[in-house]
């Protein structure tokens, strides 16, 4: 595989200078640069060689060699290009700088990962000949590998929170509900808020055992019960007042009782002699 996987082209420039050349000439010429490229900056300038180089004959290559030479420099037995040298030794140099720069780093990684090593193999419990087949005593095993058993809290799930709640909808989603739930309270805690909850007497619907959990609901305070209100005392606490108001219902009274004995009075016939009575006038002489 080669070292230089690509060749610079400035596209312009090589328009530019190329402008009298046929199609045929400008093949022959990128192939001249090409092979010049993989070669290191330089091909033999033998006639023949020149002629293989370009998928020419002998005899075609002299038909356009003219045209072709004047952009390279013959030194000796063999030719350059002077733009294509520079672009090969600053590609050279690009690849030296990546090459030098991939070995410092590939040396830090190995120190650092020696280091590393080092730094295990001295956290590494050292074994006695005679304790190597032991097992290592639980109370010096590493803290930081040690994992918590994780708690099933289904058990107290059905057997204490499930029993009690009264309005029994959604179980499965209840329970993972409570599984979250109790890494946010323990169990005293969401039992005291449902038994408050439950003991409760006023009309607002029960919600959903999976909501209240959800909501954290055992930390509710609710307010208490307000009284219903009670009529007011009779009687306006004022002396007069209230002696007015003993007259005016018994004023009251009287005229309905007087009302009812008018109306008696019509029942028996009276009636000529009713309202005279009442009013206290003497019936006319005319009229006896």
């Not at 409760?200 to 307010?223: E, G, H, I, M, V």
């Not at 002396?239 to 009251?252: P, S």
Request: aromatic share 6%; hydrophobic share 35%.
């Amino acid at each position: 595989m080669s070292e230089r996987p690509f060749m610079q082209l400035y596209v312009s420039d090589f328009i530019g200078d190329t402008l009298q050349l046929s199609t045929e000439q400008i093949g022959a010429y990128m192939l001249l640069l090409m092979a010049m490229w993989n070669a290191g900056g330089k091909l033999p300038s033998a006639e023949a060689k020149l002629a293989r180089v370009t998928r020419m004959s002998v005899k075609k290559w002299k038909t356009i060699a003219d045209d072709l030479m004047p952009f390279f420099e013959v030194d000796g037995d063999v030719i350059r290009h002077n733009r294509l040298t520079k672009e090969l030794q600053k590609s050279e140099s690009k690849s030296q700088s990546r090459a030098a720069a991939g070995a410092e780093g590939g040396k830090a990684k190995a120190l650092k990962d020696n280091e590393a090593r080092v730094a295990n193999a001295m956290r590494s419990p050292q074994h006695l000949p005679d304790t190597i087949t032991r097992e290592e005593p639980s109370s010096l095993r590493s803290e930081e590998h040690a994992r918590p058993a994780k708690q099933n809290h289904q058990p107290e799930f059905e057997s204490q929170i499930w029993p009690i709640y009264p309005h029994k909808v959604g179980k499965p989603v209840a329970l993972q509900a409570y599984l979250k739930a109790r890494s946010r309270a323990d169990l005293p805690t969401i039992l005291d808020g449902l038994r408050r909850y439950v003991a409760k007497t006023d009309d607002r619907p029960w919600c959903n055992l999976s909501t209240w959990l959800n909501q954290d609901r055992w930390a509710d305070q609710p307010a208490a019960p307000v009284a219903r209100c009670q009529p007011p005392p009779s009687g306006t606490g004022n002396a007069m007042v209230d002696r007015l108001d003993e007259l005016m219902n018994g004023m009251g009274q009287r005229n309905a009782d007087e009302r009812r004995t008018i109306e008696g009075s019509n029942e028996h016939g009276a009636y000529d002699r009713a309202p005279q009575a009442v009013l206290g006038f003497a019936a006319p002489q005319g009229r006896r």
